[in-house]
């Protein structure tokens, strides 16, 4: 039994020139991997009628049986990508009545509420509940209906899922898209794969490629799909298997760990971040921050009953904040400069005395893309991290890359510094 394969139309010119980030195609590939499918192709064309089918046409020619079109932030893009799915499907466009009067109902509020156009806004309704004949018709969520469209029996082209492009409203009907018998009868014929996700840090992706390439050598790796990513200083490797290749996958897990113990630190989809608040167990954490500029607080703060754990962030950027807010010595500041190790244990000492906290952790450094020297280079970041009672952990390191990965990598590195601790 083969995956089935799927593709992913994203309409919308404000798409396709940025002006906003596609958020709808990555959930979507994501939950179509979970169920099974093969995501072999995602695409983004403007809200033209012969590029919207001009990639039907591409799916089509790639053996695709499973199409979601998404994208748009208003009703003419949904409408007009449901007509040309409708042409691509042969299928006729009608005036679906009951789906009218759900828009309409759906509209009724907002048009007492912000005195909108009325008869612009039935003509516009009219327009959505235009579909092709025979689709099944899904929500709607907001004023777009979601549809799922077959073409013809006996034809190859592939079935159709027309989807909404606002997130929150693709989202809240995806669960009765995948509900539909069309649906159902599609995943009744594929195989969702197994996978395992192996975390670590300071282990260089040229070390995974030599690790991978020795174990095929020795025991093969056969059908184990195996996608590296370097995220935020971290290394990510996830292997995807079929169920009858389990045991081949947990030898090369054990592989990783006889090679990189130290350096693996979740062999879940447990992040860092979540495993430090697990870890904390009812005790607290306070946080110091200059060069960061508060995005440690904003990772730890992610959680919903943050306030259980976390006590405060101090974002001191300048030696006068740092001096008074978490009491830093200004002699150290002028003898040792803001990016030093003595100026990192003040301030993550301030951070523990200022919020009366279990644990505390500190950033002072150079995020660039100006401010070095031949002594301190950018890229240059200070650490240190101290308990309540005494516990330490200090950690000078020039990280590489650009402004904002300096940032990112210095965020990750204090919160397994962090971590190294709460899990003592």
């Known amino acids: 039994m083969d995956q089935i394969r799927a593709g992913i139309v994203v309409t919308g010119t404000e798409v396709l020139t940025a002006r906003i980030v596609d958020r709808n195609g990555p959930w979507l590939s994501e939950r179509l991997r979970e169920l099974g499918f093969d995501v072999v192709h995602i695409t983004i064309c403007r809200d033209r009628p012969e590029d919207i089918r001009a990639q039907l046409e591409f799916m089509h020619s790639q053996g695709v049986e499973l199409v979601c079109t998404t994208g748009g932030l208003g009703p003419t893009a949904d409408d007009l990508t449901a007509t040309i799915v409708g042409e691509f499907c042969e299928r006729e466009m009608y005036l679906d009545e009951p789906t009218l009067e759900k828009i309409r109902e759906i509209i009724a509020n907002f048009t007492r509420r912000m005195n909108w156009d ?68 599609l995943q009744d014929r594929t195989v ?82 979540e495993q430090i608040v ?47 807010v978490l009491s830093v010595p200004e002699s150290e500041l002028e003898e040792f400069g803001a990016v030093s190790p003595q100026v990192a244990k003040s301030m993550a000492e301030g951070a523990l005395d ?29 650490f240190y991290a101290v308990t309540a009672d005494g ?13 904002q990965d300096v940032q990112e990598r210095a965020a990750t590195v204090a919160l397994h510094l962090l971590r190294s601790l709460v899990s003592e």
């Open 118 to 185: 009325t008869e612009a806004l039935d003509a516009g309704s009219r327009k959505q509940a235009v579909v092709p004949r025979g689709a099944d018709i899904l929500g709607p969520a907001g004023t777009a209906p979601g549809l799922v469209v077959r073409p013809p029996e006996g034809s190859d082209k592939p079935i159709v899922f027309v989807l909404p492009g606002p997130p929150g409203e693709l989202q809240a009907i995806w669960n009765e898209a995948i509900e539909t018998e069309t649906f159902k009868a």
């Open 192 to 273: 969702v794969f197994e996978e395992q996700m192996i975390r670590m840090i300071g282990v260089p992706e040229s070390d995974i490629a030599k690790t991978l390439r020795e174990f095929d050598e020795a025991e093969g790796l056969g059908d184990l799909e195996i996608t590296t990513c370097l995220r935020k200083g971290e290394m990510e490797i996830l292997v995807s298997h079929r169920p009858e290749d389990r045991a081949k996958r947990e030898s090369l897990i054990a592989a990783f760990n006889a090679q990189y113990s130290g350096a693996i630190f979740s062999q879940s989809a447990e992040t860092v971040d």
């Open 354 to 382: 200022v919020f009366q906290a279990d644990f505390a952790v500190s950033i002072t450094g150079i995020a660039g893309p100006d401010g070095g020297s031949k002594e301190k280079p950018v890229g240059t970041v200070e």
């Open 278 to 324: 697990r870890l904390l167990d009812g005790r607290t954490i306070a946080l110091a921050e200059s060069c960061t500029g508060g995005l440690l607080a904003q990772r730890l703060t992610v959680p919903a009953g943050a306030s259980k754990y976390f006590q405060g962030s101090a974002v001191t950027y300048t030696n006068a904040a740092k001096a008074r």
């Open 391 to 403: 516990r330490n952990r200090a950690l000078s390191l020039v990280l590489p890359g650009r402004r």
